[in-house]
């Protein structure tokens, strides 16, 4: 009984040591998991996660203080990704932070207009261009459809458009059967 | 004018499930008709209680699904699958042995994980392996393929146990010719003292040669018809072969001829029927090869030195459990690139 | 039916660049091409309206140069290559440009594009210039490209990729000029009655681009169900006496057309799944294009027509068409005796590759080589796609020798890593893994989806990559203004928090703050107008605001 004791420890603690080396010695360094989270979200910035863009989000979700399932924008392919990368189970979308809507830019109506640079300071990456007094526009390409210069705008101006499906950006549907019918776009 | 959208290619298609499993059930046919005529009516029971058991089962779990039942039986899977399980059972074991079997085979190891096309492991050899852990007795007790029943007397053994009049269990069930020499070897006999009882036949045991030989032959039509590829079959006999010729030359008085091997037990309907199963077997066709060799060694390993007579059932399962991985490892060269590393 | 399986016959012919390879997998289909193969091709005749899409090649689409009642001649320049991976469009026919906006053009997901519609007057007359034929012996190769590229020429052979980027924008030395009659999908034959019909003008067109890209061999590779075509192809040769360009014949297999299989075929390389086969020494181009570059250089006639295939039991008199660019499939149908009355599906491309079109007024474009009307019972719906039973008919004929079954797997799970892992983007989307699938399965159409979102997922990586780095562009950029603020401030207090002793300094130092500016603007000769020439009434403003700031502020100097 006393020699399976011993010879238990110590083979408990030669395979302790063995493991606590190796795992020194082959560390691998990889980025830290905050930058991993980061670069799967889809950086709207929108901040419908309750956290003040997706960076804050990233770093709640690697502090365990955030579901991976807060994310409107990012949809059902974030969650899954954010699964795998953190070996959670995914889940549904949870729907208090609202719902995964197809990818939309704004546009500000100019004869409205006043120049008030609200919308400017709420946007998060300065995708609206303007000055005091100027006209204000929208880089189409670089707005991220966060709708946060909405509520600032004191004479609704902005407007919400849905990125049109052109022949560039059309995408072959998954099969369904049976097959239906085209109907016309654009 | 107006037309309707479909997805290339737009010929209709020549292939067909419902076709490939009906070729399957023809190719058993001479079989079974051998295995019919040397063993009697059990070997019909056994198919059309294992048929039927698979059938309503199949049936009842796609309704507890919600999916279209009878488009899904009609592709013939389900039967295919119960004629394999009745083809390994013995001939004159009870009703509910079939019916087991057949149940487990469908429901647990076919339909729980999602169907057609969704088993990792062959469910009439799961079945088979169930009832073979589960009431060893019953099913290693074949009959004697002298001892034909007629109908009637096999109805009665089969459902209700009542034996004939005059016979006992030891006239009409007797071990199988391996079996019979795995206990004899394992009371020091050598093989020709063995092979000169009466379960012996010309190259292999008595009647199961011919059986054998009926579904090589409907498994060379098989490949004929494209409805199984050379691979797996080719790879599960050459192994089996290999091995048992390796071991026959080492010690002829021990070890039984590859000719044996190759016609005794399920070897022939394995490896045209219950190996080929393309669901659970591995994909890629260098892999599929080194999956039948695996199959191969396996049996002889089982038969020779395991605690079973025949170890296709159990070959099978376990090269189902290593598919993925030969897959994993045998991913063909892709056009346009070098040599794989 | 035709067998899946893959143990048909090939035969080997001899070749002058040495024995016939083989591809791996492939599918003997049924020819349905009889009928057609045999009439002579017919005119498509001017339609009423031409309808041209800015874009009928794979690169940039063109730039429209014209406005609505601008009047066309044949062959007149109507939109321009913006640069270099791009061709002009030309105007098939005379007449008077009515519309410049968006039209249903041949794509599978029938949507509309940008579109040149012309209303023909009927007089198909060209432009006044020159049209003396070019000698193409003597101009230098980088003339002849230009000519190419001037006259709009595409790969016609389905791709429309820009031959003079493939056949001059290149480095490297090229040892083999691949000319591609190998006509294998079913249904297809046009090039079979464009060999037949104008076999001296396809060796001259060869002739040319064989001297523009100067290979070391030159070859034309036919299928061997095309004896007529042959023997016409090799009485053009012999008629001109032309030793080195020589002719092979090659098995009846699909896909042995595609240019990567054809070139596995003839020489036994492999172009690189990342490469183009002029990395590799050849060029491939299709027969049709070898006459359309005989057209520009010898003709002086852009490309403005082709001939299509307009077959299947869905259109009476199944024949083979010289279409002009930008007709209307409906006036093409209409020619060719109309619909019979089954008629369900409109097939633009063969009945393999080709995709359906949703109406018939999409037009024809430069590389719509087949239009196919089908009745139900010719090509029936679809049954309903059966799980995968893991056969691997599919890895049997895969001509990429792909394992298409995992493909299957990975897109339909969303998987795309690892079906990109199994090399998802060298499949060539030629059909034969679904043809053979027992179950059913639309295999093509996942890959498709697959690809479609990968593509989309790599663009949505560059934009949301754009969108952090904008993010963090502007968080530093407030925090630095905000530390400049607090440094100001910082600055400000300390100044503010010295002794008392020091106010006379600071007035000091306003006074001379003061004397700066009024000295400044008397050198710019500006006369400030609010200090003197005051209205009494400014004055009396004044001095109640100054009478307020002495109350507020006791000691402060005033304004003065």
Known sequence: MLTALITFGILAAVIGLVLGYAAIRFHVESDPVVDQIDALLPQTQCGQCTYAGCRPYAEAMAAGE??????????????????DLLGVDPKPLNPEHGEHSEKTVVTI?????????????????????????QMHTVIASECTGCDLCIPPCPVECIHVVPVKTTLHNWIWPLPETPPREVTAHG | MEFKTYSSPHLPVANNVAVMMQRVLLALLPGTICAFWIFGWGVIFNILLAGITALAAEAAILRLRNRPAFTTLRDGSALVTAVLLALALPPL?????????????????????????????????????????????????????????????????????????????????????????????????????????????????????????????????LLQMKVIQWHIPAGMLGGLAAIALVFYAINPDIFSTPL??????????????????????????????????????????????????DGVAFAVLLMNLAAPTIDHYTRPRVFGHGDRE | MADSGASFKRRQQPASFGRLHTFHGGLQLPGHCEVTAALPVSSAGIPPILVLPLQQHIGAPAECRVR??????????????????????????????????????PHPSGLQAECIVIETDGRDSRQQADHAAIDYRHTEPAGLCELIQQAGIVGLGGAGFPTRVKLCNRSQRIELLLINAVECEPYISCDNRLLQERAAEVVEGVRILRHTVQPDVCIIAIEDHMPAAEQALRAALDAVNEP?????????????????????????????????????????????????????????????????????????????????????????????????????????????????????????????????????????????????????????????????????????????????????????????????????????????????????????????????????????????????????MSRKKQA?????????????????????????????????????????????????????????????????
């Open chain 2, 260 to 309: 044996f091997q190759l016609f005794s037990g399920a070897a022939m309907l394995g490896a045209f029927f219950i190996a080929t199963d393309p669901v659970s077997a591995c994909t890629t066709p260098r892999g599929r090869i080194y999956y039948g060799i695996g199959i191969g060694l396996l049996t002889y390993i089982i038969r020779t030195w395991g605690g079973y007579p």
């Open chain 2, 93 to 221: 074991a009870p009703w509910w042995i079939p019916v087991i079997g057949s149940l487990f085979a469908i429901v647990i190891a076919k339909q729980l994980y999602g169907g057609l096309g969704y088993n990792p492991f062959n469910p009439a050899m799961a079945g088979y392996v169930v009832l073979l852990i589960s009431f060893p007795l019953e099913l290693t007790l074949w009959s004697a393929p002298g001892a034909h029943l007629n109908f009637l007397d096999t109805l009665a053994l089969v459902f209700t146990g009542q034996l004939p009049v005059g016979q006992s269990l030891d006239t009409i069930t007797q071990a199988t010719p391996m079996d019979s020499i795995k206990t004899r070897l394992g009371l020091s006999e050598t093989l020709s003292e063995i092979h000169g009882s009466p379960l012996f036949g010309h190259f292999a045991g008595a009647g199961w040669e011919w059986i054998n030989l009926w579904f090589l032959l409907g498994g060379l039509w």
């Open chain 3, 244 to 488: 080195d360009i020589s002719v092979t014949r090659v098995p009846d297999i699909y896909p042995s057309g595609g240019e990567r299989q054809l070139i596995k075929i003839l020489t036994g390389r492999e172009v690189p799944s990342q490469g183009y086969p002029a990395d590799i020494g050849i060029i491939c181009q299709n027969v049709g294009t070898a006459a359309a570059v005989y057209d520009a250089v010898v003709r002086r006639q852009p490309l403005l027509s082709r001939i299509v295939t307009v077959t299947g039991d869905g259109v009476a008199q199944p024949q083979n068409m010289d279409v002009l660019l930008g007709t209307p499939v409906s006036h093409l149908i209409a020619t060719a005796g109309g619909y019979t009355e089954d008629v369900e599906r409109l097939l633009i491309g063969g009945p393999m590759m080709g995709y359906t079109a949703h109406t018939d007024s999409v037009p024809v474009i430069k590389t719509s080589n087949c239009v196919l009307a089908v009745t139900r019972e010719e090509m029936p719906a679809p049954p309903p796609a059966q799980p995968c039973i893991r056969c691997a008919k599919c890895t049997d004929v895969c001509p990429a020798e792909l394992l298409p079954q995992q493909l299957y797997w990975y897109a339909r799970s969303n998987n795309y890593d690892a079906a990109q892992d199994y090399e998802l983007f060298d499949c060539i989307e030629c059909g034969c893994c679904a043809y053979v699938c027992p179950s059913h399965i639309p295999l093509v159409q996942y890959y498709r989806h697959a690809k479609a979102e990968i593509w989309t997922q790599e663009i949505q990586k560059k934009v949301s990559d754009t969108a952090r780095s904008r993010h963090e562009a502007k968080q530093q950029r407030l925090a630095r203004i905000k530390q400049e603020r607090a440094e100001r």
């Open chain 1, 66 to 83: 955030a579901d991976i399932n807060q994310c409107p924008p990012g949809g059902a392919s974030t969650i899954l990704a954010l699964a």
């Open chain 1, 109 to 133: 109506d100019e004869q409205v207009c006043i120049g008030c640079t609200l919308c400017i300071q709420a946007c998060p990456v300065d995708a609206i261009l303007g000055a005091a007094k």
């Open chain 3, 68 to 105: 609505p009642g601008d009047h066309v001649c044949k062959g007149q320049t109507i939109a321009t290559a913006p640069g270099p991976i791009s061709v002009p469009v030309h105007a098939s026919s005379s007449g008077t440009v009515i519309a410049v906006e968006k039209r249903p053009v």
């Open chain 3, 496 to 560: 503010l928090s010295g002794d008392s002793g020091n106010k006379d300094a600071k007035q000091a130092a306003i006074q001379a703050a003061l004397d700066r500016v009024k000295h400044k603007q008397k050198l710019a000769g500006t006369v400030p107008k609010n200090i003197d020439n005051l209205t009494v009434e400014q004055q009396r403003l004044i001095d109640a605001a100054d009478r307020r700031r002495q109350q507020q502020h006791p000691g402060n100097k005033t304004t003065d």
